[in-house]
Structures are given as C-alpha cells and as structure tokens.
C-alpha cells in the first residue's frame, strides 16, 4: 500500500493504517528530535507530541508536500515550543551580531579536515557546540547542513522566510567555527 492510500484511510479513522504511518516515521522522527533535543527524554516526549499532533491534524495535511517534510515541521514546533518552556536556558546569546566571527583567533586549518573529523575528541567539542547552540538556530542548522534539506524546503518546515533561514544558518555555522576555533586554539 503507498503512503498516500495509508494516508488516505488514516484520514478516514483507520489505525492501522495510521500505526502503519507511526511505524515508517518512529525512527526518523525521534532521530531528528534527539539532534535538536540532545537529550533522550526530552525526544521521546518530542516524538510522542508529535505523533499525537499527526493524529489529531491528519486531517489538515493537504499532501502537497511529503509526510515526512510536514513532520519535520511538527518535530520542530515542538522542540522549540520545549526550548522556550525551560525557565533556564542554557544556550549563548546571539544578541551582538557583530562579534559573530572573531577573526583574531581564527586557528590554523591547515590540519587535514579528514583527520580532523575522525578524532573524537573533535566530534565531542562540535556536538557540545551544536548543543549550545539556541533552539531556533539549532533546528535550521540541522534541517539543512545535517538533514541537507534546501533552503526553502527549510524555511517552508518552519514557516519562515528564505532571508531568516539563511541569516539564522549564517549566525549558527559562525557559532560553531568559532566554538571550535576556540577548541583547536586551546588544544595548541
């Protein structure tokens, strides 16, 4: 059965077919909740709100974009809905624009990034530094730099404009090269 007939009688209050949608779309939901979240609870409860939401407003999905695209929309509401519900936020400020790149300690590159990326250490720092960074920032860096969705894709999932999308993905791979800059430059 294509997903479109699953869909269809999903519409129509057939579980199976709707535990069928559950089933194809569990890991991938909790997949990328887990990348925002970067906690394993808070992605369970992500993906458990998101399938809830997809249950109750199946019935809204038009079908003139993938399941998986409008799911990724769900997935982002909500981690970001979680974000903004914490009363502490553990996250940098992007308020000053203009110290986004400090391009005095800028470290030396000339180390084979292929070497680079093997070390662990080096994927612990980039995960720590993603993790930093605020939930808005870190839904469109992820939807597009790890989930390698398009620019418009991007900002159609989460409802913003092509100019917001690309200033937010600008202002997150700033943060990081200077999270890991700082990283290799203490390394040294």
């Known amino acids: ?5 699953l869909i269809e009688q999903a519409k129509e209050g057939n579980r ?9 779309y569990e890991q991938t939901v909790y997949n990328f909740s887990f990348k925002i979240c970067r906690n394993k609870d808070k992605a369970e409860h ?14 809204q999905f038009s079908g003139n974009s993938k399941l ?3 799911l990724y929309r769900v997935v982002s509401n909500h981690c970001l809905m979680l974000a903004r519900s914490q009363n502490k936020y553990e996250y940098a400020s992007f308020e000053n624009e203009d110290s986004d790149i ?13 070497n680079i990326l093997e070390n662990e250490e080096l994927k612990k ?7 930093q960074l605020p939930a808005e920032y870190r839904v469109v860096f992820l ?3 790890v989930e390698e969705f398009s620019t418009e894709e991007t900002a159609n999932m989460l409802e913003l404009s092509v100019p917001a999308v690309k ?4 202002r997150a791979r700033a943060f990081l090269r200077n999270e890991l800059n700082k990283m290799m430059n203490n390394g040294r």
Not at 125 to 131: E, H, P, S, T, V
Not at 167 to 170: G, K, M, N
């Open 167 to 170: 200033s937010r993905l600008h």
């Open 68 to 70: 998986s695209t409008w």
């Open 16 to 24: 199976a077919a709707m535990s069928a949608l559950v089933k194809n």
């Open 1 to 5: 059965m294509s997903e479109q007939e």
């Open 46 to 59: 992500t993906m458990q709100e998101t399938f809830l939401s997809m249950i109750k407003h199946l019935d």
């Open 125 to 131: 720092q980039l995960d720590n530094a993603i993790q």
């Open 102 to 114: 400090d391009e005095k300690s800028i470290a030396d590159w000339n180390i084979s990034p292929d």
């Open 143 to 145: 939807l597009r730099d």
